[in-house]
C-alpha cells in the first residue's frame, strides 16, 4: 500500500490540519468571549480597541457585555462552519459552488491577516516611531494579538485550501 494511500491524499491531510487549527484558535477567541461576558478580566485591558471603547470593555458595561455574547455566537457559527467545509459529510455540499462554499473561509482569512499586518505596522510605528497611541498597548497587540489573529487567518487560509485541494476537479 502506498504512503499516499495508506496516510490519505495531501489535500486531506490539508483538510484535517487546516480543520485543527481553525478550530482551535476560533474556539479560543470563543472562550474568551464567553469569559469576558461572565466577568472575567484577564486580557481585557489589554485588548487593541480605541480608549472610549476600552473603557467601555473595562467597567463591564451592558454594551459591552451584548457585545462579547454576540461574538460568541458568531464564533459557534464560524465552528459549525468550519466542521461543515471540512468535515466528511462536505460531499454532501458539493451543489453549492465551491467558491460560496469557500467565501467565508477566504475572506476570514484576508481579514484575519490583514489585520494583524496593518496593526503590527501601526504598534512598530507607535513604539519606535512616536506615532500617536500608547506603547504599552502597542506592545500587547505586537507581541499577543497580531500574532494570534495572524495564526488564526493563516489557519482558515489553510481550511480553504485543504478543502480545495481535497475536492474531486
Known amino acids: 500500500m502506498s504512503a499516499p494511500t495508506r496516510r490519505g491524499s495531501a489535500g486531506a491531510r490539508w483538510r484535517r490540519l487546516g480543520l485543527r487549527s481553525t478550530l482551535a484558535f476560533t474556539g479560543l477567541y470563543g472562550a474568551m ?3 469576558w461576558a461572565l466577568g472575567g478580566s484577564l486580557l481585557l485591558a489589554q485588548t487593541p480597541v480605541p480608549a472610549e471603547a476600552r473603557k467601555k470593555l473595562i467597567a463591564q458595561d451592558a454594551e459591552a ?3 462579547h455574547w ?6 459557534a457559527l464560524a465552528l459549525v ?8 459529510w462536505g460531499h454532501r455540499l458539493r451543489r453549492i459552488p465551491r467558491w460560496i462554499l469557500l467565501l467565508p473561509a477566504v475572506l476570514a482569512f484576508l481579514a484575519m491577516t490583514a489585520r494583524a499586518v496593518l496593526l503590527a505596522v501601526g504598534d512598530v510605528g507607535v513604539i519606535w516611531f ?11 497587540d505586537l507581541l499577543l494579538w497580531s500574532p494570534y ?4 487567518g493563516l489557519a482558515w ?3 480553504a485550501w485543504g478543502h480545495r485541494r481535497a475536492a474531486p476537479a
Request: net charge positive; proline share 3%.
Open 33 to 35: 468571549k464567553v469569559y
Open 65 to 67: 457585555i451584548t457585545s
Open 70 to 75: 454576540q461574538f460568541a455566537a458568531l464564533v
Open 81 to 88: 462552519y468550519a466542521v461543515a467545509v471540512a468535515g466528511p
Open 130 to 140: 512616536g506615532w500617536q497611541g500608547t506603547v504599552h498597548l502597542a506592545w500587547w
Open 149 to 152: 489573529f495572524l495564526l488564526w
Open 157 to 159: 487560509g489553510l481550511l
